[in-house]
């Protein structure tokens, strides 16, 4: 097996091929010095059997603007002060001590988000709306500066003495980060859509890579010659010719940088500012989706390639370097999500593995699947006492309530009245764009038939069923039910979300989708070959706006007009599913769905429909928690958990019957 293949980068042996890919979603001190939960952080990822573990971007210089505190919400760490050093070599201890190394990531100045960038950027003309999101979320507007050529003289001295220190403190190797278009420095100077300078450090592809160029042998003169510096390059900006493009990498990227000194290229791609989907990647891009672009480094240098990119599968990571496409194969949201990926798959267990669903609802602050990456964590602990438990549904909630508890040493058993368990989210599952969601229903569904709970689908419990059991504590994770509205009552050709995404042939060819909650619904209806029209009740922001940010980016992307500046093979415009903003239905006929939109009585419309699909926000759905209150007196503790508590998202589920599961 190639992955479980040590390999060698200018002296330091990894003993497999399997990376944690930076991302700045570690815990971090105030002052940003590493803390014990740092410590813990990578250190569980060590032990996890991942065999080289990066940190997110560190600061190599006095951050002057934060921002990435202001985004995540997570304090940066640095390194631009000896007073971090025993820091790092705490941190590169305890990754040693499970035969893991340890890399840090390092940024320079230049950086366009950041507000100092290589030239006064950007082009008021051409800034969207939807490129606006991460400004939107960082909550102003960024001013933005040139950097002179003082700074960057300063910025490669900080950066070079920030790798010495990692050298110092025992840490492996040093990352030079210059990819993710406006989000670096390194990235920004090398882009001909940033660096608009005109003096030495722009104006041509030699000038553009100067800066980065010089930052690399002021680093390799600090580090020395036996010391690995990796440099991440952004090999496709995801901007068209008017970015970096992967022939740009290949002709002129790879051989200037390798002819700098570098010893291993780590191959990303995309824009923070107008290209998210290269980093923050959202669960509708395929597995595996950019690896044609380390392949294509590979194919034009003889250093190691790193590739990374919705790669949540190590049979798939196997498969790469089998085909030469990748030397190391970098995972991030799959190892924040399941620390023990590795392990587990090395001990022929990958049944075991939690695997991402790729939603970024959270990414390690928290992870949407896995209750204990968090702060605080109620402690999972044996049981006090062994007790009877009967859960109450098997969506998420139910049976990971079932898994804590039978982890915990009580008797469970789990009633489902259907004949499949997973509940809604299963539902959402079927959705080919949201088809990642089933990863947790199939770990789940995995975990609670090797603990033995006791699983019974197509049983509806009633009370006294559930009395004869006398269990001594009930979980009710009975769900949530759509509430048809009284226009829709009785009409023809009506179908809940749910029914709807579970029988899509009985689905129409001319579909109406009542609700933004079922955009992503309405564009797989469209890809299949419908035609799909979607009412919202909110303005065109109220698009996506329950989902994640990058989910979110790509909807808006797709089917709105606002300022959409490109398109991407996997973001194209479409005109179908067409989307009315504030949409009021006022009747529904055999003519059609007679809407007002944007609230203005002159703008009547008749949409005529063969399905209509209720898909209704979380708060327009109703609790299911009629047991609740009938099992009042009759078992001793009675506890709700997921929708059936309150309509919420899978995160919520999960979280809910953590907090339940760990008390009981
Ligand atoms: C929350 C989050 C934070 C990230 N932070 C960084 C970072 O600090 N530096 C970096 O080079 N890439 C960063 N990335 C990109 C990841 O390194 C990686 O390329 C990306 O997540 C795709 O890999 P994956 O699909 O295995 O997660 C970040 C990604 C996410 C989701």
Known sequence: MKLSEPIEINGMKLKNRIGFAPLLNMPAGEGGYINDRTIRWFEERAKGGTGLIMTGTVAGSPPRMPVQQGVFGFRGIGLYDDKYVPGFARLAEAVHSHGAKLGVQIGIIGSVMGGRGPSPPPYPDEMHATDDLFYIMAGRRTPHMEVTIEE?????????????????????????????????????????????????????????????????????????????????????????????????????????????????????????????????????????????????????????????????????????????????????????????????????????????????????????????????????????????????????????????????????????????????????ALNPLTSEFGNIIDYLTTQIGKLGVDVRVCKKATIADIEEM?????????????????????????????????????????VVVWGLFGVELAVSLAEEGKDVVLLGRGGEGSLGSDLSMARRWWLFRKLTDVNVPRETPHAKRVYNPEVLYSVEVKDITTEGVKVEVGGNAERKQVIPYDTLILSQRFGERRTNDSLFGELQGKVAEVHKIGDCLQVRGIKEAIWSANEVARKI
């Open 470 to 510: 006398t269990p001594d504590v009930a979980i009710l994770a009975t769900g949530s039910s759509a509430a048809i509205p009284e226009v829709a009552q009785g009409k023809l050709g009506i179908m809940t979300h749910s029914e709807a995404s579970r029988n899509r042939r009985a689905v129409g060819q001319r």
């Open 152 to 428: 960057i003289k300063q910025s490669q001295r900080d950066v070079a003495a920030a790798a010495s220190r990692a050298k110092a403190a025992g840490v492996d190797c040093v990352l030079l980060h210059c990819s993710h278009g406006g989000a670096t420095g390194g990235c920004s100077f090398i882009s001909p859509y940033y660096n608009r300078r005109t003096d030495e450090y722009g104006g041509s592809w030699e000038g553009r890579l100067r800066h980065p160029i010089e930052t690399i042998k002021k680093m390799r003169e600090a580090v020395g010659e036996d010391y690995p510096i990796h440099v991440r390059i952004c090999a496709d900006q995801l901007l068209g010719k008017r970015g970096i493009t992967p022939e740009d990498t290949t002709r002129i990227i790879v051989p200037t940088l390798e002819e700098a000194g570098v010893d291993c290229f780590d191959v990303s791609q995309g824009d923070m500012i107008r290209a998210g989907e290269g980093i923050t990647i959202p669960l509708y891009y395929p597995r595996g989706c950019f690896i044609h672009l380390a392949a294509a480094v590979k194919e034009v240098t003889k250093l190691p390639v790193i590739g990374v990119g919705n790669i949540f599968d190590l049979d798939m990571a196997e498969k790469f370097l089998q085909e030469g496409k990748a030397d190391i194969i970098y995972m991030g949201r799959q190892i924040t999500a399941d620390p023990e990926t590795p392990k587990k798959y090395f001990e022929g267990r990958p049944e075991d593995i939690r695997k991402c669903i790729g939603d970024l609802g959270g990414c390690g602050n928290p992870c949407t699947i896995n209750y204990d990456i968090q702060e605080e964590p109620i402690p999972l602990t044996p049981a006090k006492k062994p007790k009877k438990v009967v859960v109450l549904g098997g969506g998420v909630a139910g049976m990971e309530a079932a898994r804590i508890a039978a982890l915990r040493g009580h008797k469970v058993t789990l009633m489902e009245k259907d004949s499949q368990l997973g509940g809604m989210v299963a539902t959402l």
